[in-house]
Each structure stands twice: as C-alpha cells, then as structure tokens.
T-cell receptor
C-alpha cells in the first residue's frame, strides 16, 4: 500500500463552521505533513509531524489546528476560516523523520470558504 | 536559504516534440533533487529523483541529471504525449531537517495532438 488517503475530497464551509480534514497512510512512515496550495502556485508547507509530535509550524494562524492521533493518521481542524483560506490542502508522508527523502502526497482536499 | 528557479510557462508543444524544462537551485551542502508532476485536479506525484551529483533520475520516459557544477536539474523527454499535459515542479530537500521540500514555482506543460 503506497497511498496517502485524504477525506473529504471537497469541502464547502461558512466562516463560522468547524470542520476537519483527515489524512491516512499505512506505509509505516513516521513523518507527516500538511501543505496548502493556491491556484497556479506551488504547495506551501504548513505543519510537520515527526513521530506523532509537531516539529514544524510555519507560522500558521490558529484557526488551523493540526492533530496526529497516531502514526497513521493526521487531522487538520478548521474553525472560523476566511474566504482567502480557500485552497487545495495536501497531506504528505515520508519514511524517515529527520532525514531527506521523498514525500508521498495525497490527492488533496479542496476547501471553499464562503 | 534554499531556493529553486524553474522556467516560466506555459510550455506549449505538439505531440512527439522534445521537451526540456529548466531548473536551477541554490542550496548549502548536497541537497536531494526531485521532479514532481501534478495532473489537473489531482495531488502531486513524484516523477523522478536524484540524491547525489551526476545521478540521473528517470521514469516514464522523463530524465533529469543532477549537475552540481551548474546547480541544475533540467527535465527532458524525447517525445511528449497529450497525457503529459500537467504542471511540473522542481524541488529539493536539504540534507538536514525533516525532509521539507523547497519547490520551484511550477511549469505548466500543454501538449496538443
């Protein structure tokens, strides 16, 4: 199994809603990532988890709250978002934390904030 | 800090044409280099990689060679297909830290029949 699975694929929410994005991998990878991608732009790193601990937060606003319940799961909790937060949110994983390596990406969750 | 520069797009080609997408990088030490591809409406997929100087990565007819002397990792394919139409991202990871990727801005490739 070499997949990173993200749900939902599409999400529409109002600025007062609370929702969550989910990501799952069963490759035994110990590092997991959240990226944000706006149209016609490269992905931007948001968070990195290493061995289920948050190791990098790229100054992301607190309305985005990551959670890593176990080594296979990564969530992104969303609350009080703004329309400019509309984007494709990509989850990724890599085999080793603390070393260079290739990232495996999910297909993304496309978020629209009204 | 690390950075990746790739040619502006879109690159528009006819089927069976030769493709080159230029990529140069700035990094300390010996980064690993990658090409990722993003098809319309999808996430990113690793296309090929090279982890040390003079390595050649190849996959699906695409090739790129890690040139440390010119700090380049140009993507080439001898004969493109319509199905190759996508956005191509050159990227690197440093040799320390948590495999965080530094991406170029991406180059859109459009192949017409």
């Amino acid at each position: 199994d070499t997949e990173v699975t993200q749900t939902p694929k599409h999400l529409v929410m109002g600025m007062t809603n609370k929702k969550s994005l989910k990501c799952e991998q069963h490759m035994g990878h110990r590092a997991m990532y959240w990226y944000k991608q706006k149209a016609k732009k490269p992905p931007e790193l948001m968070f990195v988890y290493s061995y289920e601990k948050l190791s990098i937060n790229e100054s992301v606003p607190s309305r985005f709250s990551p959670e890593c319940p176990n080594s296979s799961l990564l969530n992104l909790h969303l609350h009080a978002l703004q329309p400019e937060d509309s984007a494709l949110y990509l989850c990724a994983s890599s085999r080793l934390a603390g070393a260079s390596g290739e990232l495996f990406f999910g297909e993304g969750s496309r978020l629209t904030v009204l | 800090g690390d950075s990746v520069t790739q040619m502006e797009g879109p690159v528009t080609l006819s089927e069976e044409a030769f493709l080159t997408i230029n990529c140069t990088y700035t990094a300390t030490g010996y980064p690993s280099l990658f090409w990722y591809v993003q098809y319309p409406g999808e996430g990113l997929q690793l296309l090929l990689k090279a982890t040390k100087a003079d390595d050649k990565g190849s996959n699906k007819g695409f090739e790129a060679t890690y040139r440390k002397e010119t700090t380049s990792f140009h993507l080439e394919k001898g004969s493109v297909q319509v199905s190759d139409s996508a956005v191509y991202f050159c990227a690197l990871t440093s040799n320390s830290g948590y495999s965080t990727l530094t991406f170029g801005k991406g180059t859109m490739l459009l192949v017409s029949p």
